[in-house]
């Protein structure tokens, strides 16, 4: 069974940066609050055409005004929405610039950096390269630690990707401490229900990878359990993200026998997608 992969389940985080612009030429920035709004607007629609045709004509406007940050953080986004399409090419391409923005705009320590990195480093496992994605991840916990209180979510988030890619590469021992660690911390997160059951879902995959799905039977069980508590909460918001989460958990569960959870999480995505 493949596990989860974050790009399933999670939109890319665009990274800001609060910093004042310097030196070069004169600088329009695009108004990244306002373009992010939409494009949460469409990907609650389920419109992903929509949304790559809003960040493509927001990044010729943020190259045209010279807005480093600004192109920045449309990269961060398009290379998400390449990886989640699974087109290789352009989602590396958009790695690799907003990899190469970071010095040119003296970030590379920076939150913004370690933001960027995860979302490079996801890219790379997205398309079978864990090896390379690895020193990433390690690469934006080192900022994370030095700058994030130990309970914020954004560290939850990234031992969750951590996680995937050391099972690729066979360390379970350490993915399990990934994943134990983004347990810890989103649940100690508003409505942070939804990624520990993301958490609990690919700690599943694990250990089948592991230790096969006889062996694991009753250790599989437990963390399918976990997850179905968590996603029928009370109080958690059944709103897109929910949705999006929904839909991507239910192979999983049909995979594991869950067959009827598995559809009702299919209608409950459909249904809040169609605003019903």
């Not at 055409?49 to 960040?55: F, G, I, K, P, T």
């Not at 920076?110 to 790379?124: L, M």
């Not at 997850?227 to 709103?239: D, S, V």
Request: charged share 25%; with cysteine; aromatic share 10%.
């Amino acid at each position: 069974m493949k596990a989860l992969l974050p790009e399933d389940y999670k939109e890319p985080v665009c990274p800001f940066c609060k910093d004042f612009y310097t030196g070069g030429e004169p600088v329009t920035a695009v108004p990244l609050s306002r373009i992010l709004e939409k494009l949460d607007e469409h990907l609650a629609r389920n419109d992903y055409d929509a949304a790559e045709r809003h960040l493509r004509y927001w990044l010729a406007e943020a190259e045209a005004g010279h807005d480093g940050r600004g192109q920045l953080s449309l990269h961060n986004e398009l290379m998400g929405h390449f990886r989640k399409w699974g087109k290789e090419t352009e989602a590396r391409a958009h790695a690799e610039k907003a990899l190469s923005l970071l010095p040119a705009l003296a970030l590379e320590e920076s939150i913004t950096a370690g933001t960027t990195y995860i979302n490079v480093a996801t890219v790379y496992k997205a398309f079978g390269d864990a090896a390379a994605a690895l020193p990433f991840y390690r690469e934006a916990e080192k900022i994370y630690r030095a700058h994030l209180p130990e309970n914020d979510p954004r560290l939850g988030g990234l031992y969750n990707n951590m996680g995937l890619a050391l099972v690729d590469l066979r360390e379970y021992r350490e993915a399990e401490a990934a994943y134990r660690r983004a347990l810890t911390i989103m649940s100690g997160v508003q409505n942070g229900e939804l990624e520990c059951a993301i958490t609990h879902l690919n700690m599943a995959t694990a250990a089948e990878e592991e230790q096969g799905a006889e062996a694991a039977e009753s250790l599989i069980e437990e963390h399918i359990r976990q997850a179905e508590l968590l996603l029928e909460k009370p109080g958690i918001p059944r709103n897109g993200y929910y949705a999006f989460v929904a839909e991507k958990c239910a192979p999983t569960f049909g995979y594991y026998g869950h067959f009827a959870y598995a559809s009702e999480l299919t209608a409950r995505a459909e249904a809040i997608y169609a605003g019903t």
